[in-house]
């Protein structure tokens, strides 16, 4: 069993900072992608940010520098640093990693969600 455990969701004002925590833990053997989307209240889910194999990095356009996707791949954590936010960004942000498990079979998890409100 694989899980993802997502931190670091809250109420900020616009044009702060937020950072996301997102651990992996369980029988994995490796994790090939890992990421972030997000889902706002009437609309899909979408990407916001990933590694997508090596250290190639996906970035949605609209969020484009100002967030940054960061890992700990002996944690098998990322982080996504969310800096100059905009009330657009209020969204529940999930977790998702695609690899491995230690009996080689192919894993793809989503974590629970964590709720980001940016206020105007």
């Known amino acids: 069993q694989v899980q993802l455990v997502e931190s670091g969701g809250g109420l900020v004002q616009a044009g702060g900072s937020l950072r996301l925590s997102c651990a992996a833990s369980?029988?994995?053997?490796?994790?090939?992608?890992m990421g972030w989307y997000r889902q706002a209240p009437g609309k899909q889910r979408e990407l916001v940010a990933a590694?997508?194999?090596?250290?190639?990095?996906n970035y949605a356009d609209s969020v484009k520098g100002r967030f940054t996707i960061s890992r700990d791949n002996a944690k098998n954590t990322v982080y996504l640093q969310m800096n100059s936010v905009k009330p657009e960004d209020t969204a529940v942000y999930y977790c998702?990693?695609?690899?491995?498990?230690?009996?080689?079979?192919?894993?793809?998890?989503w974590g629970q969600g964590t709720l980001v409100t940016v206020s105007s």
């Open positions: 369980g029988f994995i053997f490796r994790i090939n992608v």
């Open positions: 590694f997508t194999g090596g250290d190639g990095t």
């Open positions: 998702n990693a695609a690899g491995l498990d230690i009996s080689l079979r192919d894993l793809e998890v």
